[in-house]
């Protein structure tokens, strides 16, 4: 899925459609965002986890390349907010409303 790693403003009637209300969306949106991030961080602190050595010297730190990469690969990912929001608006975000109790 390709997504606009950039701002872009929203019209808020596509984002109160899907629920009817723009409380209900948007925390629908705030939540699938902690997903996105939690799963992105575990996903880089798993990559990053390869090139942990006990001994920390400073010469290995600024020789090694590929875990530079790797992080500033994870930094030019689009923000976990817009992809929920992309998500959302695409209606590719599973949600189910809580019946009220009376």
Known sequence: ????????????TTLVE?????????AIIS??????????KEE???KLAEFASSVDNLEEV????????????????????IVAAEQ??????MYRVAEDEE
């Open 1 to 12: 899925m390709a997504v606009n790693a950039s701002i872009t403003t929203r019209n808020l």
């Open 18 to 26: 899907p629920t009817g209300n723009i409380y209900e969306s948007v």
């Open 31 to 40: 939540k699938r965002a902690k997903q996105i991030a939690i799963t992105s």
């Open 44 to 46: 880089l602190n798993a």
């Open 62 to 81: 600024f020789e090694n390349r590929e875990q530079i990469e790797i992080s500033k690969f994870y930094e030019r990912m689009p923000r976990p907010t």
């Open 88 to 93: 959302f608006l695409n209606d590719e975000v």
